[in-house]
């Protein structure tokens, strides 16, 4: 069996003619069904292994990919909607696929991605991916301690990686490592290869089930042709146009907020029509009539509202940068990455404040804990953690006063 095998073990690639809609139809029951375990999965650390392969069997990773590539040809936004989509069902779930949908999106946009090919036939397989440069090793944040010690026909790493997001479904696993001459060159292997080894070790508050814990990597052989340096910009390597490379990545996350604020608009809606009773001094005969409950519920609707609304501008943003070069291609990059930063902004925001209201609809009972009702203001939360909003606020700020451009680092 090849590396470029092991992608479609488990997950029947899907069939036919792919369109956006499509997929979006072909994945509604399996998100019913997430949506349906969420609650009781988190409770016992379950998770949806079944689920999630089908998901990719029905081809989510390819909703942005063009047709006469396998995919279904969608858009930026088409494929924000289907994140959405996943997101509402469990945000968990959402997040651990952020690494198959960041990659889907550099083949879609950039046909000068190194190992492009392959990665197209493993997406086209089904196949799962996860990764993450973030160590634990006591230096500056994006520092690099992993060690590639090179071979007669490759490397040999090792090292321990963390915030492995979706580690656990994933078919292959990509990350960094340093040579001996200081060099850093990335890397992507099947999660099988001998001396990987994934933890289920994450314990945030919330997200619990997005599997990002620690990869260890124990003298894990890495070819030749698995392998890119890293290079530093300079004269010999002037970086591409649009430096803002993270701006989808941060749009993800986003998507991820705008669906947790969507699940709570949906409980909500839920328990007061079949479970809230009035408290005793409202003029209400039902809930559903209250008039402070109708103002709740109306306010966390345009808080959900508003998440998808800024999301799908910052898709739009993203998807304008596409084809273009040169000046023009900086200039739209900046555009869109200050976008995408305004977006964080209000989708962490209103998710919060949306899975903060839930519980303004409903007494003492809403708060049962075998409603599990918390989980979105934690997984908000968690999520939120990954994007400081005030530096999305403040760079937002200087480019509207100064025109000074975003930073380039992953956060934009």
């Known amino acids: 069996m090849t590396a470029l095998d092991l992608g479609a073990r488990n997950v029947a690639p899907p069939s036919g003619i792919l369109t956006p809609q499509g997929i979006r139809t072909a994945i509604t029951p399996v998100l019913a069904r997430i949506a349906e375990s969420a609650r009781a999965r988190e409770e016992t650390r379950d998770f949806a292994f079944d689920d999630v392969r089908a998901l990719a069997g029905h081809g989510v990773a390819l909703t942005g990919i063009s047709r006469d590539e396998g995919g279904a040809g969608g858009s930026v936004r088409d494929v924000v909607e289907v994140i959405i989509d996943i997101a509402r069902a469990d945000s968990n779930v959402a997040q651990a696929l952020r690494a198959t949908f960041l990659l889907a999106n550099q083949v879609a946009g950039r046909h000068d991605l190194p190992f492009r090919e392959v990665s197209l036939a493993r997406l086209r397989s089904g196949a799962l991916f996860a990764g993450t440069a973030n160590e634990r090793n006591g230096g500056a944040g994006g520092s690099v301690a992993t060690t590639a010690t090179r071979t007669d026909d490759g490397y040999v790493i090792n090292g321990r990686k963390y915030y492995s997001t979706g580690g656990l479904y994933a078919s292959y696993f990509s990350a960094q490592a340093r040579t001996d001459d200081g060099a850093v060159l990335r890397f992507t292997v099947p999660t099988d290869r001998p001396g990987v080894e994934r933890l289920d070790d994450f314990d945030a508050i919330g997200q619990r089930l997005t599997q990002s814990g620690t990869t260890i990597l124990d003298g894990v052989h890495v070819s030749d042709d698995e392998v890119v340096l890293a290079g530093e910009p300079g004269a010999n390597n002037p970086g591409p146009d649009n430096p803002w490379q993270g ?84 200039r739209a990059g900046a555009v869109a990455a200050v976008s995408v930063a305004q977006a964080g902004v209000v989708a962490i925001e209103s998710s919060l404040r949306a899975a903060e209201l839930l519980f303004d609809v409903g007494g003492a009972s809403i708060t049962d804990r075998d409603l599990g009702f918390d989980r979105h203001w934690r997984n908000a939360r968690t999520a939120a953690n990954h994007n400081p909003r005030q530096w999305k606020a403040a760079v937002a700020g200087a480019w509207h006063l100064t025109g000074e451009e975003p930073p380039t680092t992953g956060l934009f």
């Open 247 to 330: 701006a989808f990545a941060q749009l993800y996350l986003a998507a991820v907020q705008a669906g947790i604020a969507a699940r709570a608009l949906d409980d909500a809606t839920w328990f007061v029509r079949e479970r809230a009773r009035p408290i005793k001094h409202s003029t209400a005969e039902k809930s559903v009539d209250d008039p402070y409950v109708r103002v709740t519920v109306g306010e966390i609707a345009a808080r959900a509202q508003a998440a998808r609304a800024v999301v799908l501008l910052g898709a739009d943003a993203v998807a304008d940068v596409r084809g273009r070069t040169g000046d023009d291609a900086r």
